[in-house]
Nanobody, 123 residues
Framework: QLVQSGGGLVQPGGSLTLSCAASGFTLDTYAIGWFRQAPGKEREGVSCIRKGFGRIDYVDSVKGRFTISVDNAKNTVSLQMNSLKPEDTAIYYC??????????????????WGQGTQVTVSS
């Protein structure tokens, strides 16, 4: 099970941190991906980490602004989002995939999903 926290309303240029806590399995053995879905659009990948394989990936639209990290002690993955833009507005989901290696962002490859959290960037 993945339980998300964080999100909310922020002005353009602001920051938010999303967290994704796992129970029942160890995050360190899975790839963790962050996805987002804006109204009327398909779910898209944002970032992915497979710590055991030294893999971290970001899509171009968030490179330099978002940072993904794993806290093994808390079995939690975080997504630090800085310099937020209105186009970052979406519902954000974390997902865990045992056979994912952060080479692409295919939702069907993931085994567990968080409940989603709304991020709204607006003045």
């Amino acid at each position: 099970q993945l339980v998300q926290s964080g999100g909310g309303l922020v002005q353009p240029g602001g920051s938010l941190t999303l967290s994704c806590a796992a129970s029942g399995f160890t995050l360190d053995t899975y790839a963790i991906g962050w996805f987002r879905q804006a109204p009327g659009k398909e779910r898209e990948g944002v970032s992915c980490i497979r710590k055991g394989f030294g893999r971290i990936d970001y899509v171009d639209s968030v490179k330099g602004r978002f940072t993904i990290s794993v806290d093994n002690a808390k079995n939690t993955v975080s997504l630090q989002m800085n310099s937020l833009k209105p186009e970052d507005t979406a519902i954000y989901y974390c997902a865990a995939g045992l056979l994912v290696f952060c080479l692409d962002y295919e939702p069907r490859d993931y085994d567990y999903w968080g409940q989603g959290t709304q991020v709204t960037v607006s003045s």
